[in-house]
């Protein structure tokens, strides 16, 4: 996360009213380091952790929704939709259908 995007955030979260909370344990060598890291960037252990699992989030959650192709698979993607004469197999008529049938 660069520094603005990082001020950004923590700005949100001091004006946003922060009732949920995390709890977890870990090692003392551990909390050493993210100690460190924090003091390292200027930042509160708090804002700190708060930043950091927020961009691995995500980081994650973007990597999910995200498929990237290669350029030869994305030239062969592309080819077979173009493709006007293609029919679909059973199992594209039956993942269509499951589709229609979750999108109610």
């Known amino acids: 996360m660069t520094p603005r995007l990082l001020e950004n955030f923590l700005?949100?979260?001091?004006?946003a009213k922060q009732t949920a909370r995390l709890n977890f344990r870990l090692?003392?060598?551990?909390?050493?380091?993210i100690e460190e890291a924090a003091a390292e960037l200027g930042q509160?252990?708090?804002d700190f952790a708060i930043s950091t699992l927020v961009q691995t989030a995500r980081k994650v959650i973007?990597?999910?929704d995200v498929t990237i192709l290669s350029r030869?698979?994305?030239e062969i993607f592309t080819?077979?939709?173009d493709d006007s004469s293609a029919k679909p197999n059973a199992a594209l008529v039956a993942a269509a259908k499951r589709y229609k049938k979750q999108a109610r």
Do not use: F, G
């Not at 700005?11 to 004006?15: E, L, P, V, Y």
């Not at 090692?27 to 380091?33: E, I, M």
């Open 62 to 64: 973007h990597e999910r």
């Open 72 to 74: 030869r698979d994305w």
């Open 44 to 46: 509160t252990v708090t």
């Open 79 to 81: 080819e077979l939709i």
């Open 11 to 15: 700005m949100a979260s001091t004006n």
């Open 27 to 33: 090692t003392p060598d551990l909390k050493q380091t």
